[in-house]
C-alpha cells in the first residue's frame, strides 16, 4: 500500500476534509482499474514507469481487447504476453495499432522506442535455438522495459568453446539471463564465470526425461554457482522483470 | 579445445607472427559456423569425420535448411533427426537432393555409401514392434557412421526363447543397443548373455504406468547385470552415436 | 456378509423368535471381535479355516497381545506380520508361547503343522539374495495357509541359466510367486515360460533410481507377459494370501 | 521351452537321427511366426487353445493386417486390441472378414462363438459409467477365451447399496475383475464382501489429482483387502487374460 | 482486520483523540503477542473463545515454554501438537502444570473441562488401529474446543460390515472426520452414507505404493462422494478445526 | 441406508406383510434408477431436495440424453457437468428443452428460479481471470442448490490491496470457496482473514512448475491457515457441493 | 576466467618474457590452491573480497580443518556452511579459533567485524519461527558478506496483519530475502508490496504434503509476483549470496 | 550360455559319451556355485578373468563370509561392495585375510596387484569432494579389473578453469567416468572436450531439489553431448565394469 497516501488520508479525516465512510473504502485499498473480466493492478507500473503486463493464456480475444483498452485509456504502454499468432491478428486488426513479436509471440501496445532508463547492460545467454523463444521473450520484454540488452545464442555447454568465443559480453552485463532446456547446464557455467547475478531460465526443450523443463528446472535450482537464481519453466518474461529491477538499482 | 592448435598459435604470437587481438579471439574458442539462428559447432565432426547432426525438433524448414546449407556448404555430410514427414517434405523439395528414412524420421544429406570404419558390428536388439522407429533410428545413424550393423527384433522377454532363437547376433557383436518400452527388461537378459558393452534405450512405448518410458528408463538404470549403461528415453540416435565411438576404439 | 444367516435372521423374525430391535442389531454386520484397540474381523477366516492375521507395524507389543490373546480366546490360529525380533521377543515372552521366523519377520500362534489343503504347489521364484526376506514372508505364510510350497532363489535375469537350471519347479506349480527388486524383470521372464497366474512381488532392493522399490512395481504393472499381476513392495504376505486362495479353486 | 521336445531332440540327436547343426538351430528356441515386422510367439496360444492377441498401438494397418494373415494361416483365432474404429474400419474391409466392438476397441478373427472352458463364472464388477470401454475390453477378452462372464455397471462406493443390490453375482463368481477410475476404492470392498480373488483395473478415468489412472492404482495396490492383485492402468485385457488362467485351475 | 476497530480509530483520529503516528501503527494490524522468537497471532482466539495453538515441531523446549507462558499470561488456554513425549516431560516438568496426551501428542494448559459450545456431534471415524493417533489428535482437539464428540475405530472398507455395524454415530453426526491410511477409501464409503459434510484425513500408514500418505490423499481428493474435502496427511488437528467452526454455525 | 424404511422392512416381516425373498431385495439397497448405460443414484437428492448430477465427460450424447430423460422422468432437476459446448448444443436441440452455462460448462435441466434455501451466503473469491472458468462452475451449481452466491474475482495474493479493497464480502459470508491457480496461495490469505470455513479449490492454471494444478494443490493442502480444507483440481462443484451442505447446517 | 592476465600473459610470450610451456599451464586456467581433498576455487573471493565459503556436508573433520587452514594461510576468511555442532566443536578445538552459529550452523574464521560495503539493506522475512535456521543462516552470511541486515520473523500469510505491522523494513530494503515452508505462499505477498528484487527460500518446514520442501518451492517458482526468483530448498546461503551481489551494483 | 560347451556336449550325446539325462541337466544352464543362501553366477568372470563381485547391502556378515569362501575355494578373486566399515572389520577379522577400503567401502580377497590387462587409460573426473566415496569406488573397482587409471578432482563447472587446468588427462583417456552430484553438469562438458565415451554417475550429493541424486541423474541423461551414457545413482561400480569393457576392446 501507498504509505504516503494512507499518511495524507488520515491527515485529511483529522481535519475532518475527508469523510469516514469515504476514508474507510479508500484505506481498503487501491489503486486498480475494473474491466468487465478483470481487476488490473495498475498501482506498481504507474509508479515505476514501466508498462503494464497482461498474462494472455485462457483470455479470450475479446477479453485481451477490453484489458488493453481499458489500460490504453489510462495512458499506460501495455504488453501481453504467450499469444498465439491467430489471436495476435484478430486483435490488431480489432484496435488497428499495436506490434506482435512472432517467435517471442508478445503483443506490445506504446510507445514505439522505450528509452533506457536501466544502469548497465542485461546479458541474455541462449543455450539451443530450440530455447530461442524463450529467450527472445526475455530480450523484447528487457528492452521494452528500458534495458540495454545483448544477447548470445547457441552456446550449449556441450561445445563450451562456442561459449568462449564471445565471453566479452558476458563480462561487460550487470546482469545476466541464461536460458537453456535439457540437462539445464549452462547458468552453472556462466555463473561461474562471471561475479554479477545470473537470473536461469529452464525451459520446456528437450524431451523423455528432460520432463518437460523439470529436468533443467531443477538442475538450475540445485546449481553449484552460487550467484544463479531460478524462475519457472519457460518464464522468459519474468526474467526480463527481475532483471529490469536489478538493472534499476 | 585443440590442444596442437593453441600451441602453435602461441608459437606464432612469439615468433611476432600473429597479432595479440587476433590470438585474444583465436583462443576464446573454435570452430564453428555462425548461421541466422544458430552457431553450429562442426570441431568434432571435423576431426572425426563423421557427419553433423541437427536435431531436427523446434525447428523450422526454413532453419533446417539454413542449417544444412550451411553445413554443404563446409562440405559436412548432414543427418537431421526427429523430422515429421511433411517437414521433411518441404526441405528435399526445397533442397532438391536429400534422403529421408520414414520409420527413423532421418534426413540424411550426404554420400550414398558410407565406407565402414567400424571395427566391429553394432548389434541393434529390439524387443517389439512398437519399439522399431526408435531402434531403426539407432540403425540408420550406426551406419551412417559408418558401423557394420546387425538387428533383431521382436524378441521381448516375455517369449524369450526367440530370443535364443537368434543368439548368434549377440555374441558376434562388439557392442550392443538394446530397444526396449513397457517394463524394460530385454536389456538385463542380454547384458547377461553377452561380454560387451550394451547401451540400453528406453522408450516411450507402453500405456498407464509404462510413464512414457519413465518405467523402462528406471528399469535400465537399475539393471541387474553390470555391463549396461542408459541413454535417454527413445533416444536412439545418442546410442548410435556412443556405439561408434565405442567401435572405433 | 453372510446371506445364510441374514436369511435365518429374517426367518427368525418373521417366526417372532427374534425382536426387531436385536435384528436391526445383527444386520448392521458381524462378526468382529472387538478388543480394547481394534475390531478384527474374524468373518473370512472363520468361514475359510485359515489363520487370522495381524499387521504388526505402529502395533505397540501390548496391543499385539491383546489381538493375540482374544484371537487365540477364539481358538483362531494367528499370525502377525512384519513384526522386528524386538518385539517378537517381547511378545513370546509375556505371552510364553508361540513361534518367530527372523527372516520373515513372522510371529504364530497355532498349529504346529498346518495340513496341506491347497490343490497344488505354490512356487516361490526369488531374483537375489537380498530379496529373501519378502520371498521368505511368502513362503511361511503360504505354508502356514495350507499349501505346499516350492522355492528357488537367487535366479535373477542377468544370469538367466540359472533359472533355466531349476525351472522344473516353474513347471509343476499351480500358481507362482515371483519375487525381485531393482529393475522387477523376472517376472516378465518367469510369466513367458508358464501358462499359469504369476503375482508379482516387486522388493525395496537396490538403490537410487530403484526408488525404493517402485521401479521394481513399475515394470511389473507393465510387465510384457499377460499372465502377471501385481501386489504392494515387499507384500509378501499378500501375495501368498491370494495364492493361496486360487491355490483352493 | 517346451521340455518334451527337447527330450525328443537329445534322444535323435543321440540316435544320429538329426544333425547337430540342426539342433543347435531346434534348440535356440520356438515356435513362432516370422511376419515383416514382428516375430510372433505362437507357442502359449498353440498350447493352451486360447486366440492370439496383438496389441494393436503403435501398429500400422499394414502390419496389424500382415499380422492377422499370418496368424490365419496358421488356423489361429486373432484379437487385437485397443484398435481405433478408424483404423478398425481399414482392417476389416481389406481384409473382409472379422469384427469390431467399438466400445471394447477389440478386433476378432475367429470363431463366432468359442465354446465355454473356464470351470466358473468371472465377474466383471464397474465403478462408474466412464469405465466402461475397459470393463467391456474385459468382458469381450475373457469371453472371446472361452469363459462364462457376468457384469456389474455403474456400482461406485459412493452409493453403495447399489453394489448391495446385486451382491448375488459377487458370491457365485469364481474370480473377479474389479474396474475403477478415481479413488479406485472398489476393489477394496468388493475383496472384503468375497473369498475370492479379485483382480484389480484402475483406469484413466477422473482428472486432476486422479493422475490418468496413477490414483486408482496406487489406491488398488495398497488395498486393505488381502484378496487384491492389480494390474495396469486401463488394462482389461490383462485381468481377463489372468482370470482366464485362474478361471482354467 | 477487525472493522470495528477501525472504525473506532477513524473516529477517534476524526475527534482528536488519537494521534496520527499511533493511528499509523494501529492500522498496521495487531493484535498479536511478540515472544523472543515468535510474533504469535491472538486475534482469532481471542474473538472464538477458543484455545490458542502451538505447532510443535522444529520447537525446543525453551521455544515452547516461551510461548506457552506468554499466552497464558494473556489468559489464554494453549494446545501444543505434535510434541514428543521427552520435550512434553521437560515442558511439563519446568511448567509444573499442563497434560499430554500421549497418544495424541497433545500438550493442554488450560481448563481441565471445556464447556461444549458445538450445536451437534463430530463423529471421527477411523479406518484401523494403526490410525489411531491422527484420529485420537482429532478427537482430543475437538474437544478442547468444545465439541461433543463419537469416535468409531477399526471400521476399515474391506470389512465394511463393521461399519455398518455402528452406523447410527454416522447418521447422528452434524459434521464427520473420517481418518485413513494405504488406499484411503473410508471417506468415499462414509460419504456415501451420510449427508453431512466429511472431512477426510489421510494418515501415513502403510507402505511400498502408500508412498506415506501420498496414495490416501490423492484417493480422497479423487473420492467420488461429492460431500468429502480433504487436508494435509496426518492432519487430525486440522480436520478439529474445521469441523468446529462447522458445527459452530 | 435409509433407516426408516429397513425398520419398516423388518415390522412388514415381523407382521407377515412382506415375503422374505421380496425383504431380502428390499435390503439389498436402492433406490436407484437404471439406465442402459447406469444406475443412477437417487437417493440423496431425492431426500435432500437438490438437483441431480451427472458427471460429463466420457459419456456420449446419447447416454446424456438417456440419463437426463430417466432423471427428469422421475421429476428430478438435474445438472451435468463438464459439457463441451458442442455436445451440449446437440444435446439442447435433441431434448428440445433446458440451459448451458457456457463458461462454467454447465447444463441444466429445470426450474429456472430455484429457491433460496442455504442460512447464508456462500462467497467465491477467485485469484485470476483464467480461474474463472471453475469458479462459475462452483458459483452456478452453489446457486442451482438453493445458496445465496456472491463472487470477488481477480484478486490473487500479488496484488493483495485488490483483495482488501472487498472484503466485505469475506466478512459476511457464512462459508467461502477460495479458487486459485498458480501458487495457490489465497486460500491461506482469505483463511487468515476470516473465522468461517474456507473451502479451496486448486486449478489448473499456470505452465511449468504449476504442474497443471498439482503446486496449487499441494500449497492448499499445507496452508498455514487452519480453516483450510481442499477438494480436487479444478473441482468447483465438488466445493459448491460441500458448501451447500454446510450452509443448510 | 581473467582476461586482463590472459593479455598480460599473451604480451610476456610475445615479448619473450614467458615461456610457451609455462604459458600453456597459465592458461589452463587458475587461480585454485590444491588441498588433500580439494581444488578450491579461489579466483573470485579474492576478486571480490568476500569470504571463502566452504560446503560442509559429508565433509569430515580433517577435511574442513585442511581447507580452513589452507585458506587461512592465503589470508582468507573463511564460512563453512551447514556444520553440525558437534562436528564444529571438533574444528574450533583443534584450531584453538573460529566462531560458530548455532541456529545458523555455520563457523566462521575471520575478522570479528566485517565492514558494510553493500549499498542499501538487505530485508530477511521470514514466515513462521520452524523456519529461523534457514532464515538465520541467510542473515548471517549476508552480515559476514558486507551487507546491513534487517530481519523481520513470524509473519506468515496466515495472520497477514503481522506483516503490515513492520512493512517498513519490507519498504526500506534494497533486496529482500523471504523465507517460507509449507505452502510458501509468503514471497507472492511480500512481492507484491515491494519494488524490489525478491529472492525466494523455500525450506523443509512442514510434513505430508509439504514433500520436504518441494511445495514451498514449486509455490515459490509459479509465483503470480513478478519480481520473485527462487534458489534451493533450505538455501538460506545462496539467497544471501546473490542478495550480496544485488546489493553492490 | 557358453557355446562351445554347450556344440561339445551335443557331440558327446552324439557319440554316446555322455547320457541324456546328464545332459538335459548340463543344458540347463551353468556353471554357478550354490552356497547356503545364494547361487553365485561366475560364468562371466572366469571366462574373462575379472575378479568375481558380490553386492554387499543387505547381506549379513554370515552370508558375506559364505560367499567369499566359496569363491575364494573356486581360486576366485572377490570384491564386495558397498560394505559398511563395521561389517567389514567383522569379515576381515573372521577370514583372517583381505583388505578394506574405507572411503570406496570396498573389500577385496586376492591378488595384491592385478596386472594391467586394459589397453588404455580410464579417466575419473570428479565433481566435488563429496562426491569422492563413488569416484574413489569407480576408481579401485577398474584398478582391481585391470585397468590404468587417472583421476581428477574437484573440478565442478562452476569454476571450469580448475577443469581446464588438467584436461591433458581428459584428452589421454580411452574411456571416461565422471561423477557428479547437485545440477549433475560436468559430464556435458567434459562430453563436449572428447571424443571418447563417457559414462556418467550421478551421486546422492546435494539437498533440497538435487532429490538425492534423481536431479543429476536425470540432467546426466539429457545432456547435449551426444557421447554421454549413464548409469545409476552413486554406482561407481557399474561405470568402472563397463569401463572396463570397453578398455579391453
Not at 202 to 217: D, F, K, M, R, W
Request: proline share 4%; with cysteine.
Amino acid at each position: 500500500m501507498d504509505r504516503d497516501r494512507i499518511r495524507k488520508l488520515l491527515e485529511d479525516v483529522s481535519h475532518g476534509d475527508v469523510e469516514i465512510d469515504s476514508a474507510m473504502k479508500s484505506l481498503a485499498g487501491f489503486p486498480f482499474i475494473d474491466t468487465p473480466s478483470a481487476r488490473v493492478d495498475t498501482q506498481r507500473s504507474l509508479r515505476m514507469g514501466i508498462p503494464e503486463v497482461v498474462y494472455g493464456p485462457g483470455k479470450s480475444v475479446v477479453q485481451i481487447i477490453e484489458v488493453v483498452t481499458a489500460l490504453r485509456g489510462a495512458e499506460q504502454d501495455v504488453l501481453v504476453t504467450r499469444v498465439e499468432a491467430s489471436v495476435a491478428a484478430e486483435v490488431l486488426s480489432t484496435l488497428g495499432t499495436g506490434e506482435y513479436d512472432e517467435v517471442a509471440r508478445l503483443l506490445w501496445f506504446g510507445r514505439a522506442e522505450v528509452p533506457i532508463v536501466g544502469k548497465g547492460t542485461i546479458a541474455i545467454v541462449c543455450a539451443g535455438t530450440s530455447d530461442l523463444p524463450v529467450a527472445t521473450e526475455a530480450a523484447v520484454v528487457a528492452r521494452r522495459f528500458g534495458n540495454k540488452v545483448e544477447t548470445l545464442t547457441d552456446v550449449g555447454v556441450a561445445g563450451i568453446h562456442r561459449l568462449f568465443a564471445s565471453q566479452e559480453i558476458l563480462y561487460s552485463a550487470r546482469v545476466l539471463i541464461v536460458v537453456a532446456g535439457m540437462e539445464g547446464a549452462l547458468p552453472s557455467v556462466v555463473g561461474g564465470l562471471v561475479d554479477k547475478p545470473v537470473i536461469a531460465v529452464p525451459t520446456s526443450v528437450g524431451y523423455g526425461a528432460a520432463l518437460e523443463g523439470i529436468t533443467a528446472l531443477l538442475g538450475m535450482l540445485t546449481s553449484c554457482a552460487s550467484n544463479v537464481t531460478t524462475v519457472n519453466i519457460d518464464n522468459g518474461y519474468g526474467a526480463a522483470y527481475v532483471a529490469t529491477l536489478i538493472n534499476r538499482l
